[in-house]
């Protein structure tokens, strides 16, 4: 077990390091002068030479990378260009609408897409799960910013249930957070419930096809009984590994569905600062998805130990 | 005994099956009657494709959805079951009747323990209370003879051998005392020793209980171990049944003739081979050791060979004889240098090849050729049975035209039409493919040629046509052959020298007649023990 | 069920497997999904060729007089020569007065070519590095390492930072949504290498000397080709629309190209009184992209049943 848990984390390195050379690199390596990609345009040459130095880009290239993941170790992300602050302070400000968006979205995605893709494989063929199937090809192709605005309309324009977008922050009043927080997670959701379900579906049935299962309806149990206790555990790993990888469909959608709804997230800010070429900014912020990405797949990782008992290698 | 408990437990009446269209027949199962009594074994026995197991399955209500019963009765202590609904048969389950599957490997759920799961049959059958069932489940696990029940309730069945894992499979279909069990292939899949102790077990308990057990085989030797009836079964149709000794000693029909005649002795043929041959393979201390790595544990290290020294000369059949995980594979394999050997010496003639380069090697790769065990997958599916032939000597720059010739000589070698030298794989039989496959390793002219249980997945039929082919083949060209087997009967008939391998190790080696004859090593003895229906001498008869 | 079916479907799947080897893909034709998705797909195609032919104007036209008309307004339009043409616009005009039915009818091009783009240039090179991968022991571990770190990076970000970078432009985008493809196609091929490999027939082409080229191009590529031609649909799928947000974003390719992402965030800003804007362009899209999905999952369950089994 502790082994297991040991060679996940160790596993986890690599995979991190090479995020960390490519974020690293992706300024390097942008074609020409760096500190003038970063100064923008409209730059004097007194503030490309200030961020050059700042940015220690006369070291040879080794020693840079040195420089900046000590930074980045020590918490220290450097400054954004555009907004006068460090990149720290500003993610901190931006993370509370992403993290609500993501939480409020996985909750009512999982909640609605492991019961649907269930009954869709326990009832193989049938009407359900052919509507099962054709929403999920519907969600994987209809993008979310049209998804947005097609909720929008109906619901915040012509029905006037909901406000169209902003973003209240929690502590200030729960019930606008709430509000404002319904539209923007079914928009996020759509293709996370595809997704889900679908796998769900096809988990499910491929565990039906197990001789264990075979085996529980030789000891006369019912097909509840069957589905639920037997099927439904095995078929568990593969749904929480799609899960997990479904998170980075979350952090794109999240980047989209917070521009169309006008939250104030961090993927907002990472439109923001691509389009004002903040790169300390762009930087910080494709690491930390990363990071989060990776940490939760590693969790869901060793969240197997619990469902499967082989898994202790 | 009274009239009154003479009753047949199971009566299977004029039932017939049909297949989904587009198969090779209208019928899995056509116009079958037989009966089990209780206190009774009776076998089904047939080759692949005979609907041995679909009638089982027909029984417990669990065929699949494709497959259909069109007619007849089947008699569950008189009452129609195949009329009966969903909800009647799972109250029959288990109870009156049970099911133990072929792979004890898979049938058991891996995320529950052993004991849940057999409490499941109590609970979902019985008002018992969780004491009672505990003590009921551990006195039954007990009873098919597993150490430690206690510890066995608690464990999760990957953490048990096969062997257990049946033993488990038999305690949950036997916790109810029901008055019928059907046993699908249950020691197909296990090992000769295992099973053994499997169907002592099977007897045991259904001698004691008075249980009646439809036994389905495929294995004459089972059945002259175990069975008190026999139906024979072909295509789907009953072809004879009797007591088990009638059938065995006394067959009526032609083709039960045919498949007692092809189940080989145990007895070895006597070939009188001369040691004057030229050696053609010497192996030295060969050894292979796979290592794999934990970062907190010690590393795990397991000896797939150790100090293998073998040799074969021309015109000889070396069989190495074991269990699964003996290391039998893992020496053919080495030998074909598949896989490196990581210690000891192999000597093609005079060349040694064990520590030689890819590229060097491969100017020797023509010397030895291997057939292997799996006909469905021995063949790239994608191209002819002609290219797949030719493949080789063309990569030793024979040109196609004589490769071709070449071919069809084989092809005729191997008794198949040279014409077909244009069709794909999936267009021939399994052991149509296995003759392809000694067809190709022949086009190499080799000095060596290794039989990686080649014929383990036939039936037993062609199994016997294909021993007979390579044996032939072996004569004629004066060939080395290294025969791998799990199965003593056909090393007694093929083999001239025996290995008898066990855990990576060589435990015995020497003549076929001396190994069988008087096995020396406590292993080797306990094998031929094991052996199912070694004391039973199959006839040959005239077809 | 598997024990029991096998042993009668045995010999029904040999007589059925005779029959799908040589027609497979003619099988895969007559998928009900392989047909709709590609009639649909086929009728966007068109579209896209003949977009100045189906009664467009100039989509980069721009009209002050005629800025942000409902669907269905009739427009005059001033013409180079002096003379005066009136023109219903059916999918009404955006806030520079550019007609909007052009914009979606020319935007039909930038997408298709996005879509086949991406795929064919991303599944090229990941079965080239995953063939390498599967087969080159010492390489497949630096490899995979940076294919993880690759793929630890969620996708959209990865192509957003690349266009940061790159610069805006169709190629730009091209490559910026190829570099996190690349690595689930090399997972793909790499997977199927490593377990074709151990397929007895590999290993007995090995024992008769076939060389290691051979070997790759013989026994092992062929099993990639329908996973491959699956994958490089649904790769295109998803290309096509994250093509579509990039530009929407205002990152994708620049503005002044009609592509649907392009015309949809133009109409952002007007989008309570003008939905037009994004309702036409989103519908051609959903639908393209829904074809292609439709058609995936159609050549999926024929060509890569075990596939399909998973997935």
């Known amino acids: 077990m502790i082994d297991f848990i040991a060679r996940r984390l160790i596993a986890i390195i690599p995979v991190l390091a090479v995020v960390a050379v490519f974020v690293f690199l992706m300024l390097r390596l942008t074609p020409g002068d760096p500190a003038a990609v970063i100064a923008g345009d409209n730059a004097t040459s007194d503030q490309i030479a200030d961020i050059r130095n700042k940015l220690g880009l006369d070291e040879p290239i080794w020693s840079q990378f040195a420089i900046w993941i000590g930074n980045v170790l020590q918490g220290n992300f450097g400054e954004s260009f555009f907004f006068k602050k460090t990149v720290a302070e500003l993610i901190a400000q931006r993370v509370?609408?992403?993290?609500?968006?993501?939480?409020?979205?996985?909750?009512?995605?999982?909640?609605?897409?492991?019961?649907?893709?269930?009954?869709?494989?326990?009832?193989?063929?049938?009407?359900?799960?052919?509507?099962?199937?054709?929403?999920?090809?519907?969600?994987?192709?209809?993008?979310?910013?049209?998804?947005?605005?097609?909720?929008?309309?109906?619901?915040?324009?012509?029905?006037?249930?909901?406000?169209?977008?902003?973003?209240?922050r929690i502590g200030v009043n729960f019930w606008q957070f709430l509000e404002r927080m319904i539209l923007p997670s079914l928009t996020l959701s759509v293709g996370f419930v595809a997704l889900i379900s679908r796998i769900t579906r096809a988990s499910v049935l491929e565990v039906l096809n197990e001789d264990y299962i075979r085996t529980a309806r030789a000891k006369g149990l019912s097909n509840r009984v069957v589905l639920m206790r037997h099927a439904l555990r095995n078929a568990a790993v593969p749904i929480l590994t799609v899960i997990g990888l479904g998170i980075a469909i979350l952090i794109g959608g999240a980047v989209v569905t917070e521009s169309v709804f006008g939250l104030p997230g961090l993927g907002r800010l990472t439109v923001e600062a691509v389009l004002s070429r903040d790169f300390p900014t762009i930087q910080t912020v494709i690491l930390l998805f990363s990071v989060v990405y990776v940490v939760i797949n590693l969790l869901i990782d060793i969240s197997y130990t619990l469902f499967d008992p082989r898994i202790r290698y | 005994m009274s009239t009154e408990t003479k009753r047949p437990v199971l009566e299977v009446r004029n039932l017939s099956v049909a297949l989904p269209k587009g198969g090779d027949r209208v019928h899995a199962v056509e116009k079958v009657?037989?009966?089990?009594?209780?206190?009774?074994?009776?076998?089904?026995?047939?080759?692949?494709?005979?609907?041995?197991?679909?009638?089982?399955?027909?029984?417990?209500?669990?065929?699949?959805?494709?497959?259909?019963?069109?007619?007849?009765?089947?008699?569950?202590?008189?009452?129609?079951?195949?009329?009966?609904?969903?909800?009647?048969?799972?109250?029959?389950?288990?109870?009156?009747?049970?099911?133990?599957?072929?792979?004890?490997?898979?049938?058991?759920?891996p995320v529950m323990t052993c004991g849940e799961q057999i409490d499941e049959v109590l609970n979902t059958h019985t008002n018992l209370d969780a004491a009672t069932r505990k003590a009921k489940i551990i006195a039954i696990l007990d009873r098919v003879k597993l150490p430690e029940p206690e510890r066995i309730y608690a464990s999760f069945p990957h953490q048990l051998s096969g062997g257990q894992r049946q033993r488990i499979m038999i305690a949950m279909a036997l916790v109810l005392d029901p008055v019928l069990l059907i046993a699908d292939e249950p020691t197909t899949a296990l090992d000769v020793t295992t099973q053994a102790e499997i169907l002592k077990l099977v007897a045991e308990l259904q001698a004691g209980q008075g249980t009646g057990v439809l036994f389905i085989t495929h294995d004459f030797g089972v059945v002259a171990e175990i069975a008190h009836r026999v139906a024979v079964l072909r295509w789907g149709e009953l072809v004879e049944m009797g007591p088990t000794e009638q059938i065995l000693s006394r067959p009526v029909q032609a083709y039960t003739k045919m498949l007692i005649s092809s189940v080989p002795s145990i007895t070895p043929l006597h070939r009188g081979v001369r040691r004057d041959g030229k050696t053609v393979l010497r192996t030295e201390k060969l050894g292979k050791i796979y290592t794999g790595n934990a970062f907190f544990q010690k590393a795990r290290v397991v000896k797939a060979a150790v100090d293998v020294d073998l040799d074969i000369r021309r015109g000889e059949t070396l069989g190495i004889v074991g269990e699964s995980g003996s290391g039998k594979s893992t020496v053919a394999r080495?030998?074909?240098?598949?896989?490196?050997?990581?210690?000891?010496?192999?000597?093609?003639?005079?060349?040694?090849?064990?520590?030689?380069?890819?590229?060097?090697?491969?100017?020797?790769?023509?010397?030895?050729?291997?057939?292997?065990?799996?006909?469905?997958?021995?063949?790239?599916?994608?191209?002819?049975?002609?290219d797949f032939i030719i493949e080789g000597p063309m990569n030793f720059g024979l040109g196609r035209e004589e490769a071709m010739a070449r071919a069809r000589k084989l092809m005729e070698t191997v008794r198949l039409d040279p014409n077909a030298l244009d069709r794909f794989p999936h267009q021939f039989s399994g052991g149509q493919r296995q003759r392809i496959c000694i067809a190709r390793a022949l086009a190499m002219e080799p000095e060596l040629l290794i039989a990686d249980e080649a014929v383990s997945a036939l039936d037993v039929s062609v199994q016997k046509q294909v021993l007979e082919l390579l044996d032939e083949i072996r004569v004629r060209l004066n060939l080395a052959v290294l025969f791998i087997t799990h199965d003593l009967r056909v090393a007694a008939q093929i083999c001239d020298y025996v290995a008898v391998m066990s855990k990576g190790r060589v435990v015995e080696y020497g003549s076929a007649e001396q190994v069988f004859g008087s096995p020396k090593a406590e292993y080797t003895k306990a094998l031929f023990a094991a052996a199912p229906g070694r004391h039973w001498d199959f006839g040959k008869f005239a077809a | 069920m598997s024990a029991i079916t096998e042993e009668v479907v045995d010999s029904a799947s040999i007589a059925a497997a005779s029959t799908k080897r040589k027609s497979l893909w003619l099988v895969a034709l007559r998928n009900p999904n392989v047909i709709i998705g590609g009639m649909i797909l086929l009728t966007m195609l068109v579209i896209a060729i003949l977009a100045p032919?189906?009664?467009?104007?100039?989509?980069?036209?721009?009209?002050?007089?005629?800025?942000?008309?409902?669907?269905?307004?009739?427009?005059?339009?001033?013409?180079?020569?002096?003379?005066?043409?009136?023109?219903?616009?059916?999918?009404?005009?955006?806030?520079?007065?550019?007609?909007?039915?052009?914009?979606?009818?020319?935007g039909a091009r930038v997408s298709l070519a996005v879509g086949v783009a991406v795929s064919i240039i991303s599944v090229l090179i990941g079965m080239v590095i995953g063939l390498v991968s599967g087969y080159v022991r010492w390489?497949?571990?630096?490899?995979?390492?940076v294919m993880d770190g690759l793929m630890a990076i969620p996708g959209i970000l990865l192509?957003?930072?690349?266009?940061?970078?790159?610069?805006?432009?169709?190629?730009?985008?091209?490559?910026?949504?190829?570099?996190?493809?690349?690595?689930?196609?090399?997972?793909?091929?790499?997977s199927i290498v490593l377990t074709v490999r151990e397929e007895p027939y590999v290993e007995g082409a090995i024992s008769v000397g076939t060389p290691t080229w051979i070997l790759m191009f013989r026994h092992i590529l062929p099993n990639t080709v329908a996973p491959l031609i699956v994958q490089g649909t649904f790769l295109a799928a998803a290309a096509i629309l994250t093509e579509a947000a990039l530009s929407f974003l205002g990152i994708g390719i620049p503005p002044e190209i009609p592509?649907?992402?392009?015309?949809?965030?133009?109409?952002?800003?007007?989008?309570?009184?003008?939905?037009h804007n994004i309702l036409y362009?989103?519908?051609?899209?959903?639908?393209?992209?829904?074809?292609?999905?439709?058609?995936?999952?159609?050549?999926?369950?024929?060509?890569?049943?075990?596939?399909?089994?998973?997935?």
Request: net charge positive; hydrophobic share 45%.
């Open chain 2, 33 to 109: 009657s037989f009966t089990v009594n209780p206190g009774e074994i009776v076998c089904l026995v047939g080759e692949s494709g005979s609907g041995k197991s679909v009638i089982a399955f027909t029984v417990m209500g669990l065929l699949a959805k494709a497959l259909k019963p069109t007619s007849g009765e089947i008699l569950l202590e008189g009452e129609n079951i195949l009329t009966a609904d969903e909800s009647r048969l799972r109250e029959l389950r288990c109870t009156r009747m049970s099911m133990i599957f072929q792979e004890p490997m898979t049938a058991l759920n």
């Open chain 3, 139 to 145: 390489a497949d571990g630096i490899i995979m390492r």
């Open chain 2, 334 to 386: 080495c030998i074909a240098r598949l896989i490196d050997p990581s210690e000891g010496k192999i000597y093609l003639g005079d060349t040694e090849i064990a520590t030689m380069s890819a590229r060097k090697l491969r100017p020797h790769r023509r010397r030895v050729q291997i057939v292997f065990q799996d006909p469905y997958r021995s063949m790239n599916p994608r191209i002819t049975v002609g």
């Open chain 1, 96 to 168: 509370e609408p992403t993290l609500a968006l993501a939480v409020c979205t996985l909750l009512f995605a999982v909640s609605i897409s492991v019961p649907i893709g269930v009954m869709a494989a326990y009832r193989q063929g049938s009407l359900l799960d052919r509507a099962v199937m054709g929403f999920s090809v519907l969600g994987f192709s209809v993008p979310g910013f049209v998804i947005g605005y097609c909720l929008i309309y109906v619901f915040a324009i012509e029905l006037g249930w909901l406000p169209v977008q902003g973003y209240v």
């Open chain 3, 53 to 106: 032919f189906l009664g467009t104007v100039d989509p980069t036209r721009i009209d002050p007089a005629a800025r942000n008309k409902k669907p269905g307004t009739e427009i005059t339009y001033r013409l180079d020569d002096g003379t005066t043409m009136k023109r219903v616009a059916i999918m009404g005009t955006d806030s520079l007065g550019r007609d909007v039915y052009s914009r979606v009818l020319y």
């Open chain 3, 159 to 190: 192509a957003i930072a690349l266009v940061s970078i790159w610069r805006a432009g169709l190629i730009t985008v091209v490559f910026a949504i190829v570099v996190p493809d690349v690595p689930r196609v090399v997972r793909l091929v790499r």
């Open chain 3, 259 to 275: 592509s649907w992402g392009n015309i949809m965030a133009e109409g952002r800003t007007l989008f309570r009184v003008f939905p």
């Open chain 3, 281 to 311: 362009p989103g519908i051609f899209l959903a639908l393209t992209v829904l074809a292609i999905n439709i058609m995936g999952d159609g050549l999926r369950d024929t060509l890569d049943p075990k596939m399909s089994k998973k997935v």
